[in-house]
């Protein structure tokens, strides 16, 4: 990018062109929040080092990307071209989006509920639902978006939204799998996803980023989560895209009274990911339970950051992460904690275990807690380290070989994570990318034994 086109004249200059053309314009409502949206943007401008937020995570790379908005969906595809990627072998429903727009002949929603509504942002919005106006922005903590979040919304275009009514159960998973193919220019997506379940709703839904292409990419995706009074949502996510691209996933997370998440996050594709977890109790007994596993090679960064809110009594919150980093991959995991003086009886707990298979790979680790009521049970922790010399000695000693051994340790490090998974072939998969990626590596012997 020239040095006379700035990083936010750039982008400034995408929602000007882009605006007419978005699904939608033309409502007042809709044009007020992009144009609310576009002015935050602009005025907060892009995180550098000096914000605590972001000091960790340098963003100079992505700033200097030339992207551009295109905004087709990429059709020339058959069920046959995306089966080695799907999850789900018989999904409840499956939406699939190819460079960020919906592509009808490969979704289906035949299995699902009639009460159900699961359709495209998009389609929602150019159909004048009322939902996607009643609860658009409602489950982002607080008011104020954060530069991407307000970068999504300017441009905010097309995505998954999905309502559950009061007491409807879904067995089988919901699949969506957000494809970047056929690009011969950088580009950015705006993925928005609005997941909505009414009181003693329950779900399963397994989400998918990946990619058949070389060029760059900027994947800049949001998502809402709101659910309502003993409502149950369990989320996965993989994040597996090609070496060109950039990743970054803002979630919201807001629970009622007696709700209950568990969200899995696989973090290994791209050259710069980004994960962030917002989370917020709105009653007592509810519960978040957040893991993770991330992968970071040569010229690779990942990037976890979670925040945890308890501002009421009698909620509990789980995160557990593990990582494995070789060559000259990097890592960040930014944790807090939030417990306030009225929000007794909570129980809260983060961890962060990352194995280095080389001298120069590098993490930081920042968990935090921010206490204000005495009647709690919270901890965090934090170990960084190699492979264990002594499990090396005991599998080479059984006459496997030292590569083999030191390999079968790293996945049943991760497994140990991604064994909260409820769907057996999201773990497969990533233990399969895990051993290729692990193939291609070189496991330093003076940090293993």
């Not at 990619?211 to 993989?238: C, K, M, P, Q, V």
């Not at 057996?424 to 990626?437: N, S, T, W």
Request: glycine share 6%; aromatic share 6%.
């Amino acid at each position: 990018m020239s040095e006379a086109l700035k990083p936010v004249e750039h982008y400034r200059a995408l929602i000007a062109a882009a605006g007419p053309s978005l699904p939608g314009a033309g409502q007042p409502w809709l044009d007020a929040r992009r144009q609310a949206a576009a002015a935050r943007f602009a005025e907060q401008g892009f995180p550098t080092r000096k914000t605590e937020e972001w000091r960790y995570s340098s963003i100079g790379q992505v700033l200097e990307q030339p992207f551009r908005y295109r905004d087709e969906a990429f059709e020339a595809l058959t069920d046959s071209d995306i089966e080695d990627l799907l999850l789900v072998e018989q999904p409840a429903a499956r939406l699939v989006f190819t460079n960020g727009r919906l592509v009808p002949h490969l979704s289906t929603t035949d299995g699902l509920d009639s009460a159900v509504s699961l359709i495209s942002l998009r389609a929602a919005i150019e159909q004048g639902s009322e939902f996607v106006d009643q609860w658009l922005g409602k489950a982002i903590i607080d008011s104020d978006l954060e530069t991407f979040e307000a970068l999504n919304t300017a441009l905010l275009n097309d995505g998954m939204c999905l309502h559950i009514p009061a007491g409807v159960s879904i067995e089988q998973p919901i699949e969506v799998l957000y494809l970047s193919v056929g690009l011969d220019e950088p580009n950015v997506m705006t993925p928005r996803n609005l997941i909505v379940l009414d009181r003693g709703a329950s779900a399963r839904l397994v989400e998918q980023y990946a990619s058949t292409t070389d060029a760059a990419y900027f994947n800049n995706g949001l998502t809402e989560i709101l659910l309502g009074e003993d409502a149950e949502l369990e989320h996965d996510r993989l994040q597996d895209e090609a070496a060109q691209a950039y990743h970054m996933s803002v979630i919201h997370l807001a629970q009622a009274a007696r709700s209950r998440y568990r969200g899995m996050v696989a973090s290994l594709g791209g050259t710069w990911a980004r994960t962030e977890y917002h989370t917020a109790f709105s009653a007592e007994e509810a519960g978040c339970e957040l893991a993770g596993f991330y992968f970071a090679g040569d010229g690779q960064l990942t990037d976890i950051h979670l925040d945890v809110r308890h501002p009421v009594p009698r909620c509990n919150s789980e995160q557990k992460f593990k990582g494995i980093l070789a060559g000259r991959g990097k890592a960040v995991l930014d944790g807090r904690i939030r417990v306030v003086q009225d929000a007794q009886q909570t129980e809260a707990h983060l961890s962060n275990d990352t194995l280095l298979l080389s001298r120069n790979a590098e993490v930081d680790t920042k968990p935090q807690l921010e206490i204000f009521a005495d009647d709690v049970k919270c901890s965090h922790g934090t170990t960084v380290g190699q492979l264990d010399p002594m499990q090396l000695f005991y599998l080479r000693a059984r006459g496997i070989q030292a590569d083999t051994a030191r390999k079968m340790l790293c996945l049943g490090f991760a497994d140990e994570v991604l064994e909260s998974c409820t769907v057996p072939a999201f773990i497969e998969r990533v233990d399969q990318k895990l051993q290729h990626r692990l193939a291609d590596v070189h496991i330093d012997t003076t940090t293993s034994g």
